[in-house]
């Protein structure tokens, strides 16, 4: 079982097409499952790159 660290959400936009008609459309994460020291996470690519500079040091 994996820990969700993050406390983002999608985000929600506007598809606009060519004639200008709006549909609703929602922009996901990049979730990435991480494993560190043992320990397997879900989080965002962004924060998962953080976390692996993190413990590499």
């Known amino acids: 079982m994996s820990r ?9 936009a506007k598809k606009v097409s060519h004639a200008h008609n709006r549909t609703n459309k929602k922009q996901n994460l990049n979730f990435q499952y991480v494993t560190i020291n043992g320990i397997k996470f879900k989080t965002t690519a962004r924060e998962a790159r953080t976390l692996r500079k993190l413990t590499s040091k």
Request: proline share 11%; net charge positive; charged share 20%.
């Open 4 to 12: 969700k660290v993050t406390s983002k959400v999608p985000n929600s």
